[in-house]
């Protein structure tokens, strides 16, 4: 069974925050996010990534087309504003600035999921810098 985890606590700096498939009985782990020594897809031993704490990650699992062939078409349909406002309000609590609005728009968002690297991933479970980089990488002005 695979496991989706982020790992918030490493003697390695740069594994703080990043995001990873775990599975533990073929003792690998593949790297869906990471600040950097590691790429998207990349695929590590266990033993690897050192001792470290992590928080699991909710995981859907897709089935296959039984045919080749095809094109997929990702459509967004979220305003940009959204995902800002959601960021400004967890900023602001977790600078214990917060009012009840920021609270509740939060709470209403709770189950807001997006995709990254073709996992689902609730927005409110990423880091901030995590929802950063999600904001400019998905939101473009032109094609």
């Not at 069974?1 to 593949?30: C, E, F, P």
């Not at 728009?105 to 409110?124: E, K, M």
């Given at each position: 069974?695979?496991?989706?985890?982020?790992?918030?606590?490493?003697?390695?700096?740069?594994?703080?925050?990043?995001?990873?498939?775990?599975?533990?009985?073929?003792?690998?782990?593949?790297?869906?996010?990471a600040k950097d020594?590691?790429?998207?897809?990349?695929?590590?031993?266990?033993?690897?990534?050192?001792?470290?704490?992590?928080?699991?990650?909710?995981?859907?699992?897709?089935?296959?087309?039984?045919?080749?062939g095809g094109q997929?078409?990702?459509?967004?349909?979220?305003?940009?504003?959204?995902?800002?406002?959601?960021?400004?309000?967890?900023?602001?609590?977790?600078?214990?600035?917060?009012?009840?609005?920021d609270h509740a728009?939060?709470?209403?968002?709770?189950?807001?999921?997006?995709?990254?690297?073709?996992?689902?991933?609730?927005?409110?479970?990423?880091?901030?810098?995590?929802?950063?980089?999600?904001?400019?990488?998905?939101?473009?002005?032109?094609?």
């Open positions: 069974m695979v496991t989706g985890i982020q790992i918030t606590q490493s003697a390695t700096a740069s594994l703080v925050g990043s995001i990873w498939l775990i599975d533990k009985q073929a003792q690998q782990a593949r790297c869906l996010a020594q590691y790429e998207a897809d990349q695929t590590v031993s266990l033993d690897q990534l050192g001792e470290f704490e992590y928080r699991e990650l909710p995981v859907e699992g897709q089935t296959t087309a039984g045919r080749e997929h078409l990702n459509v967004n349909v979220l305003k940009r504003e959204v995902l800002e406002q959601l960021m400004a309000a967890r900023e602001r609590v977790e600078a214990g600035a917060a009012n009840d609005d728009l939060i709470a209403d968002n709770a189950q807001l999921t997006i995709r990254v690297s073709g996992y689902a991933v609730r927005f409110n479970a990423l880091t901030l810098e995590q929802q950063k980089d999600v904001i400019t990488r998905t939101f473009t002005q032109s094609m």
